[in-house]
């Protein structure tokens, strides 16, 4: 059988252990002590194909420098909720206009504002998604006459149609309220392309935004350190042009935020990063003070703003430990892209980001080439998770996506991507978008009847 023991304080190594004696070749590998050579053991014993044994014995560096960044960011958040001296009573729910509530809403604002870094900050239940939250920040900054400038090439799909990139049939995108939209092309090398950015801003450009994760592009996904990069770019042609960055798939990967180095405003998901596999809904909105009250004012109403809402007990408790549980998930979720880019590189794969190299959000992307293979390593994926194991992913249209889409999401909280899931559009080059993980090993599984099905 396996078994884990830990060598360090801090990173777990991996021991192989049979129950009858059977031949093995020594490793020179810190991450095993003894590598089976009977070709039969993976069949008997090992619930790891060889092609995954081979990567997990080749990342031990990567891997402890996941768990390294998972205590610093640990250290963090429980640094935030110490100085917001949270209590049980923080757990309690409220009712209806949720005027008389525990103070819960406003301490998990504020630890949540220490965390990003972030003069204030509104988490919330109301919010349905990472595009409503985002909706809200933009609205919050736009006015007719405005302009948007994207400065990392095409927003993701569900972002058009609010932009009215894609036609809202007349629903209230920004453009339908007199907003102007610029993009910002990515250079060749798929990053942000510097030069142009330098002379990019418009005397009119209101707001400049950043997605900070790479979408359905196959591009790179922006590190913390580019981001303030951006930024100080942007403020230097204009200082009153506000900064607001998608922060999805992009919580606690590194050991900093993008309002530590001069976002006004961050937005993204509760069912992604942050909510640490268990929030079951919500968003956040953290950044400059004036700007999430007019964010707030957005989800809300002018003059009601951020105290109200109501929000259920069981809710608001879950909202609580998410966030506490975040860094360790993301760092296991981290983990899987490092085994999943390790293994489909191998096999011959495209993959984005490369193998072993740093990461900056929680997303693997993989070309597979055409859609059989999509659809294929999709349905793998179903099968391997622990709920909806039976059901067969079906590529179909979604709400506000302009291709056809396939999902695979066996998951607790419907549509977690901090949960283990893939999903990726039916068109060319027929990449899949893998996320999420509460353990590595889950990948690991996972991939062995990936490598059966394509």
């Known amino acids: 059988m396996w078994a884990l023991s830990c060598a360090t304080s801090v990173y777990p190594t991996l021991t192989f252990r049979a129950s009858v004696p059977m031949a093995t070749t020594r490793s020179s590998s810190p991450f095993s002590t003894s590598v089976p050579t009977d070709p039969h053991y993976y069949q008997k014993d090992c619930p790891f194909v060889p092609e995954v044994v081979e990567a997990v014995n080749s990342l031990h560096s990567e891997f402890r420098a996941v768990d390294n960044l998972v205590a610093r960011n640990t250290t963090r958040v429980l640094k935030a909720f110490q100085n917001a001296r949270i209590g049980s009573h923080h757990f309690a729910g409220c009712t209806g206009y949720g005027h008389d509530e525990a103070g819960g809403r406003e301490a998990l604002d504020q630890a949540f504002a220490e ?10 239940s109301q919010f ?13 900054f736009l006015r007719p006459g405005d302009e948007l400038l994207a400065v990392a090439g095409p927003p993701y799909d569900t972002l058009e149609e609010v932009i009215g990139k894609r036609d809202s049939h007349g629903m209230g995108s920004l453009i339908d309220f007199g907003v102007k939209y610029r993009e910002v092309p990515l250079a060749e090398n798929g990053g942000l392309d510097w030069d142009v950015l330098m002379h990019a801003l418009n005397p009119e450009t209101k707001c400049a935004f950043i997605q900070r994760s790479c979408g359905y592009s196959w591009r790179q996904s922006l590190s913390v350190d580019e981001i303030r990069r951006a930024i100080e770019i942007i403020k230097m042609q204009n200082p009153n042009c506000l900064v607001m960055v998608d922060n999805c798939y992009g919580e606690f990967v590194e050991s900093i935020e993008p309002p530590m180095v001069g976002a006004d405003l961050i937005a993204g998901s509760l069912i992604k990063n942050p909510g640490g596999t268990i929030a079951p809904c919500g968003g956040y909105v ?11 004012a957005r989800l809300s109403a002018p003059g009601l703003g951020v105290d109200c809402g109501s929000t259920p007990g069981h809710i608001m408790r879950a909202f609580f430990q998410g966030l506490f549980l975040s860094p360790q998930m993301v760092g296991e979720a981290v983990k899987g892209t490092f085994l999943v880019a390790e293994v489909m590189a191998s096999k011959g794969y495209k993959v984005q980001p490369f193998p072993r190299v740093p990461r900056h959000d929680t997303v693997q992307a993989i070309q597979l080439g055409n859609r059989e293979r999509l659809l294929a ?14 059901t067969k992913p079906i590529a179909g249209t979604t709400p506000g996506y302009a291709s056809e889409v396939i999902f695979a999401d066996g998951t607790f909280i419907d549509g977690s991507t901090s949960e283990l899931s893939c999903d990726g559009p039916l068109r060319e080059p027929f990449a899949v978008f893998c996320q999420g993980g509460s353990h590595w090993t889950q990948w690991g599984l996972v991939l062995g009847e990936v490598l059966k099905a394509i």
Do not use: D, N, Y
């Open 377 to 390: 390593f999709c349905e793998a994926v179903q099968r391997s998770s622990p709920v909806g194991s039976f």
């Open 115 to 124: 965390i990003m870094g972030a003069e204030s900050a509104i988490v919330r």
């Open 128 to 140: 349905f998604s990472g595009t409503h939250a985002i909706t809200c920040a933009l609205f919050a």
């Open 286 to 296: 953290a950044g400059r003070e004036k700007w999430v009250k007019a964010a707030a």
